[in-house]
């Protein structure tokens, strides 16, 4: 199974895994192969991966606010081209902010 269908995978089909008839602790998810300790490791593993789309957010937050700021501070009589670079990269900024955002959605399927 190739990467891509591994990073989709929901992991929901999963098996305990023994060693000489004894449980290791550690479950195997049937559909793509992938091991992790516990029952929940692929809950957690969403959970890890969300707290870092968020700080991504959080950042980008920051940036696109700035932004706004400079935007709103921007004169485009006086500099045209200054004015549209910003707009551009506002822009730009929201559209990544949409793009996690739509991740996170995306983990909490
Ligand atoms: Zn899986």
Redesign the pocket.
Known sequence: MGDQL?EK?????LRKEYIMGSQTGDFE??????MGYGRDW?EKERAAQELKLWAQHEELSKQAKDLSAKILASNPQENYDEHVRLVKESTETYTSLSGIIAEINELRK
């Open positions: 591994k995978c929901r992991h929901k089909n998810c049937l559909d793509c192969g992938r692929p």
